[in-house]
């Protein structure tokens, strides 16, 4: 895959389509917290109220086209050092190194856009294994298993918590 082809910018309301085509993905969200969007109308309500309002959640465009999606959210007081990190991408481009290349990208910046942030966490399910290959790629760091630590889809999860330091050197 080209790398420039790939881009990341804010979710606009004309990524209606093309979000839905992706959010309707169980494969997609079998991993994130929200649900699969079942309709134009909810993708339309999720872009209005989720996705534009925050402030550093991006599409995933490939010739600017939303095909996925990460975030950073940051924590605040005396844990403003350290900000959770989200992604997904369309299972049509899974095994491209879309998702690699993309947080790359977002990586290379998001210590810039926040002043005093240190380190960004990633916390995965044990079976989720191409999300871990993912942010090993990018030079995260696998620190260890959270055994039943998080909630997701009605059950209590085995997650493995990553991170990756301002000091570190994206691979």
Not at 88 to 116: C, D, H, N, R
Not at 129 to 151: T, W
Request: hydrophobic fraction near 40%; glycine fraction near 6%.
């Amino acid at each position: 895959m080209d790398p420039s082809r790939i881009s990341l910018r804010r979710f606009q309301l004309s990524d209606v389509d093309d979000f839905l085509k992706w959010a309707s993905d169980d494969k997609v969200t079998r991993y994130l917290r929200w649900n699969t969007i079942t309709s134009r109308e909810e993708a339309l309500s999720y872009l209005e109220k989720v996705a534009i309002p925050q402030p550093y959640r991006r599409s995933i465009c490939l010739d600017d086209r939303s095909i996925g999606y990460f975030s950073i959210k940051p924590e605040a007081g005396d844990d403003k050092c350290r900000a959770h990190l989200g992604y997904a991408v369309s299972s049509e481009y899974w095994g491209q190194g879309i998702a690699t290349a993309a947080l790359k990208m977002a990586v290379s910046s998001v210590f810039k856009e926040f002043p005093g942030l240190v380190r960004l966490e990633a916390f995965v399910e044990v079976e989720n294994q191409g999300s871990q290959k993912v942010l090993e790629k990018v030079g995260f760091l696998k620190e260890g298993l959270l055994r039943k630590y998080g909630f997701c889809k009605g059950e209590i999860r085995d997650m493995i918590v990553y991170s990756f330091l301002s000091t570190d050197i994206i691979k």
